[in-house]
């Protein structure tokens, strides 16, 4: 492997988590260096916002992978089974959301932590989040992912007292474009102490996730 990758090895003791591969702006030959490293260290590697050509070739080089077109999550290795216990929800407004939705899911997977995914259950349909509502107080966090004004994190923080981690969606037209609209929503949020990761970051939202039920033990 070049010795231009430094990887972090550590990480996993000193923090509890191992190392992620950041996908979309590595070239293939780099990826697979640096996830045959990982792999004779840790028997497992996660890479993340990979491109299907990507993974194409990776598979050619890995016979244990799963790959997730919709969010790019891939996992190599030994991939864990998905967990039989579920802490974590994972709520989206759309499912225009829904490569958000998989990354969180695909990182918690590989974390080790089950989680369930309930999509369109966004304000312009409330009856919808309403239904659901006694199922989703058994869980221990709420991810909660939007576009368009991105409100509802707030009405899931009124309603709901569980850690709730907002992640704001690039998902909607003229002013909501890109998600600021959502993600400026989201930091004004009148619901008290929500946390709001950055734009599509599915992956820092299953990371906080992870920190908190980490930290319940």
Not at 37 to 47: E, G, N, S, T, V
């Amino acid at each position: 492997m070049s010795s231009n990758f430094i990887i972090d090895f550590e990480r996993n003791q000193r923090l509890g988590f191992p190392e992620t591969v950041f996908g979309a702006n590595k070239s293939t030959e780099s990826l697979i260096n640096i996830a045959q490293a990982l792999l004779q260290r840790q028997q497992h590697a996660f890479i993340t916002k990979m491109q299907e050509e990507k993974f194409l070739e990776l598979s050619s080089h890995f016979t244990s992978i799963l790959y997730d077109e919709i969010s790019g999550a891939c996992l190599i290795g030994n991939i864990p089974e998905e967990p039989a216990e579920k802490s974590v929800a994972i709520l989206s407004a759309g499912t225009s959301d829904e490569f958000i939705v998989n990354e969180a899911y695909y990182t918690l997977r590989y974390l080790g932590i089950g989680a369930t995914r309930f999509q369109d259950v966004g304000i312009a349909g409330l009856h919808r989040l309403l239904r659901i509502k006694e199922e989703l107080l058994t869980y221990k966090v709420l991810i909660v992912i939007a576009g368009f004004e991105g409100a509802l994190p707030t009405v899931v923080g009124g309603l709901f007292p569980l850690p709730i981690i907002a992640v704001p969606a690039s998902i909607g037209y003229g002013v909501a474009k890109d998600g600021l609209a959502a993600l400026n929503s989201m930091l004004s949020s009148c619901a008290n102490g929500i946390v709001v990761v950055n734009i599509d970051n599915g992956y820092g939202a299953a990371l906080a996730a992870f920190r908190i039920l980490n930290n319940r033990k």
